[in-house]
Nanobody, 115 residues
């Protein structure tokens, strides 16, 4: 069993930065593929960024060059550094852990980009 707790969300002006964190409990964190999703009001949840157990990364086109996903296996934490934020990045951001048939979600953290 893995529990995920996100933090770091908040209100930021356009062009600003935030760093989200997702702290995991449980064992074998290093074996899990990790991801960040987001869901804006009235929209479906979308995949933002992924990082494999081997630390390979991938991003949805709209955040490439602005967001960076990383992980610290000793701290059992995955991060999402978000720069040059835009109003369209406003959403609830969710952390996800995946290992075969096992997958877990965090409770989400709100990110609001507004002047």
């Amino acid at each position: 069993q893995v529990q995920l707790v996100e933090s770091g969300g908040g209100l930021v002006q356009p062009g600003g930065s935030l760093r989200l964190s997702c702290a995991a409990s449980g064992s074998s964190f290093f074996l899990y593929g990790m991801a960040w999703y987001r869901q804006a009001p009235g929209k479906q949840r979308e995949l933002v960024a992924t990082i494999t157990s081997g630390s390979s990364t991938n991003y949805t086109d709209s955040v490439k060059g602005r967001f960076t996903i990383s992980r610290d296996n000793l701290k059992k934490t995955v991060y999402l550094q978000m720069n040059s934020l835009k109003p369209e990045d406003t959403a609830v951001y969710y952390c996800h852990a995946d290992r075969g048939r096992l997958n877990y979600w965090g409770q989400g953290t709100q990110v609001t980009v507004s002047s």
